[in-house]
């Protein structure tokens, strides 16, 4: 079974401030593994993905965050936030293959001020 | 571009009720997958469905039901309603072999009173 740790339940910071989100996960197994944004009373929003390659993605609205197999880390990084990037943040992983199911982390509350 | 369509987007019951849900994935995705996110809560897996066969089952009550038919859409019923049934629930959708990424819908907020 795969789990997903997010230490960071808020993290409040002031617009155009770099910031980071932490999250680490745990898998006996190969995972791909993802971060999602949810804005009040929307869906959920890939903002990038971890397949295999390159350890550093990079994803929509200036998002990237680095692959690290040897500390089991994906955390997501922002060099400077807007306004509109406050949102609940989730990290998930899944088994590689087909048709595998999402665990989220408990997600990440980002309180961008100015 | 097309996204996953999710009916009805609120629904508002009372205890012991039923309740059907609805889902439409983006055209020629093969998989669909529920999820249920509480308040304030991550979204839990419920169930999913490859290719009309369900792949996989999560913490699912018995009272809760679904299939998939053969337009690939999906149906979530759900009977007996308790108050603790009230949450948001998801569809969402892939494709195999391109690589596990899943395509959420708007979600439908179930409210039981």
């Known amino acids: 079974a795969q789990s997903v740790t997010q230490l960071d339940s808020q993290v409040p910071v002031f617009e155009e401030a770099p910031v980071e989100l932490r999250c680490n996960y745990s898998?006996?197994?190969?995972?791909?593994l993802f971060w999602y944004v949810q804005y009040p009373n929307q869906g959920l929003q890939l903002l990038l993905k971890y397949l295999s390659g390159s350890t550093l993605v990079k994803g929509i609205n200036g998002f990237e965050a680095e692959f690290n197999k040897s500390q089991t880390s994906f955390h997501l990084r922002k060099p400077s936030v807007h306004i509109s990037d406050t949102a609940e943040y989730f990290c998930a992983v899944s088994r590689t293959g087909t048709a595998s199911k999402l665990t989220f982390g408990t997600g990440t509350r980002l309180q961008v001020t100015l | 571009a097309a996204g996953v369509i999710q009916s009805p987007r609120h629904l508002i019951k009372e205890k012991r009720e039923t309740a059907t849900l609805k889902c439409y994935p983006i055209?020629?995705?093969?998989?669909v997958y529920w999820y249920q996110q509480g308040p304030g809560q991550d979204p839990q897996f419920l169930i999913s469905?490859?290719?009309?066969?369900?792949?996989d089952k999560g913490s699912i009550p018995d009272r809760f039901s679904a299939q998939q038919f053969s337009d690939y859409h999906s149906e979530l019923n759900m009977s007996s309603l308790e108050l603790g049934d009230s949450a948001l629930y998801f569809c969402a959708s892939s494709r195999a072999g391109r690589g596990g990424e899943q395509f959420f819908g708007p979600g439908t907020r179930l409210t039981v009173l």
């Open positions: 055209p020629r995705h093969d998989t």
């Open positions: 469905f490859y290719e009309k066969m369900q792949s």
């Open positions: 898998s006996s197994v190969s995972v791909y």
